[in-house]
Structure formats: structure tokens, C-alpha cells
């Protein structure tokens, strides 16, 4: 009993350092327990640095973006290789029929026309048109252009406002196709010749047929003249024409007439105009037009 009595028997130093060290031990536990500089007010004390931060990392990453963005410069859209395209977003068969259209040695001289051979979206179109650059005799050209249609516009309209005799191509004088614009003098009287060669336009094709007279000039004249009655074409027997009257009959040149002569020997004589096909190498695509002349008696 003494034994223990003596580790609990403190004089009164003692036992005011054993209290003031309780109250040391109360304190610290408090602290820690309640935590005053706890993580979550630190967070709440810095949130506003924090978030500052953040937004100049995000802003920093956005200029390295832009920067690893390729700068597109001015450029002439004929001479785009496989990685200028890839670069501008193309696809390899866009690229491919690029090339392939330059292979030819033809030269792109629009954006319309760039799109019509490579085929690109509207899309990248819109984007990548504002940098083409076409040299300086396209620009020119295209306002040259430009003037002509207008003045021609203001020609043609002028021109439609004269009085026409006929709209009937095979009633149409001279100077009633001269009101179409392209169509002068002698090509005018061309037509006419032609027409009476034909002994009338039987096929509004035909007039494609006049010597000189471009497409687009023949288009304008059937814009306005049409065939409102047919001609009345005069055939000749085919079984007894001589050779020169036959060289005579319009579609038929030197060669197809010794072969229709050369034919009729062969048969004594044609029982019917048909029979034309079966002549080896016979133009099919003008039989229409040639019989239009011939019949067989």
C-alpha cells in the first residue's frame, strides 16, 4: 500500500505543473477538434485567386491553339499540293481531282469552277474562296467580260424591239434575222441559202447546220424562230437519178453516193427507201435527213 501511495503523493509544484500540463493537453485537443484553419476556409479564402488562375491557364491554352492553327495566305488554287490541301481541310479524291484536272494543263480561273471539279462542300468553299488569288488577266478578263454581256444585252434588246415579217423560220427574211445579235450581214444570207439548198428547215436542228453560225448564236435563233409550217420538199426516184443528180441531194458527199449507186447495181433496184440501212456503213444518224429527198418508184 505504501508502495503505491508514494507514486500518487506529489507536493504542491508538482501537482500545479501535472494541472497546467491538463489544461495544455484540453487546449491542443479543442484546437484540433475544431479546427479553425481547416482546409475548407482555406479553400474558401482562396477560391477567388484560384479561379483567377484558372481562367489565365484557360486563356493560355486557348492562344496555343490558335497558334498551332496553320495562317492561310493568299494563294492561286491551281497549284494546291497534297498538303496545302490537307492543310486547307480538302479530302484526298477532292485533292486527287484537282490534280488530275491539271494534269490536262486546264487552269481553274473561278471558285464556282473550283467547286465544280473538286466537288468541296459550300461549306469549306466559303471558307477557303476569300484567300484564292487568280492572276491579274482572269480579273480582267471576267470584267471584259462583264462589259461585253452588258452591251450586248443592250444591243439584243435593241434589236428585238424592231419589227419581225414572220417568226416562222422558213418565212424569216434576211433582216428579220439580223435582229438577233451576232447574226450580221453575210450570215444572214447564209441562212437563207442554206434554207433554200434544204428546200426548208425540215428539223430546227438543222439550223446548226449553217455554215459559220456558232452554237450559241443558233440557240438565240431558235429562241425566236421555230418551224410553224413544213416545206414542201420535192423527192426524186431514187432508181433513176444519175449519179451526178444524186451527188446533188443534200447529205449525200461523193463517197455515200458511189455507195448507193454501187448498192442499186447490186439489187437492180430499190423496192423501198429503207433499203438504204442495208448499205454497208450507211450514216443512220442522217437517214431522217436523206430520205427527206429520195423515195423509191
Not at 437519178?241 to 444524186?246: A, G, V
Not at 461523193?254 to 442499186?264: D, F, G, T
Amino acid at each position: 500500500m505504501k508502495y503505491f501511495k508514494s507514486h500518487f503523493w506529489y507536493h504542491k509544484d508538482q501537482r500545479n505543473g501535472i494541472f497546467l500540463l491538463t489544461i495544455l493537453i484540453l487546449i491542443l485537443q479543442s484546437i484540433i477538434f475544431f479546427d479553425p484553419f481547416s482546409s475548407d476556409q482555406l479553400e474558401d479564402m482562396n477560391q477567388h485567386e484560384i479561379n483567377a488562375f484558372q481562367k489565365q491557364i484557360d486563356s493560355l491554352k486557348e492562344i496555343e491553339i490558335e497558334d498551332r492553327i496553320p495562317n492561310i495566305f493568299p494563294f492561286n488554287p491551281n497549284y494546291i499540293s497534297d498538303y496545302k490541301g490537307a492543310q486547307l481541310g480538302m479530302s484526298l479524291i477532292e485533292i486527287d481531282r484537282l490534280l488530275l484536272y491539271r494534269k490536262k494543263n486546264k487552269f481553274i480561273n473561278s471558285k464556282q469552277e473550283f467547286q465544280r471539279i473538286t466537288k468541296v462542300s459550300d461549306s469549306l468553299l466559303t471558307k477557303i474562296a476569300p484567300y484564292f488569288k487568280f492572276p491579274e488577266w482572269v480579273a480582267k478578263k471576267k470584267k471584259l467580260k462583264a462589259k461585253q454581256n452588258t452591251a450586248s444585252n443592250g444591243v439584243e434588246n435593241t434589236r428585238k424591239k424592231k419589227m419581225i415579217s414572220s417568226t416562222d423560220i422558213n418565212k424569216a427574211s434576211a433582216e428579220d434575222f439580223k435582229t438577233i445579235y451576232g447574226i450580221g450581214e453575210k450570215l444572214s444570207e447564209r441562212i437563207i441559202k442554206y434554207r433554200s439548198k434544204l428546200q426548208g428547215f425540215s428539223f430546227e436542228s438543222q439550223i446548226t447546220e449553217v455554215w459559220g453560225l456558232e452554237k450559241e448564236i443558233a440557240e438565240k435563233v431558235l429562241s425566236t424562230f421555230k418551224i410553224i409550217e413544213k416545206p414542201i420538199i420535192k423527192k426524186n426516184n431514187i432508181n433513176t437519178m444519175t449519179f451526178k443528180e444524186l451527188l446533188k441531194s443534200p447529205y449525200i458527199d461523193y463517197k455515200l453516193c458511189k455507195k448507193i449507186i454501187e448498192y442499186r447495181d447490186e439489187i437492180a433496184a430499190f423496192q423501198n427507201i429503207s433499203e438504204l440501212k442495208n448499205i454497208k456503213d450507211f450514216p443512220i444518224g442522217s437517214y431522217d435527213r436523206i430520205v427527206l429527198y429520195l423515195m423509191a418508184e
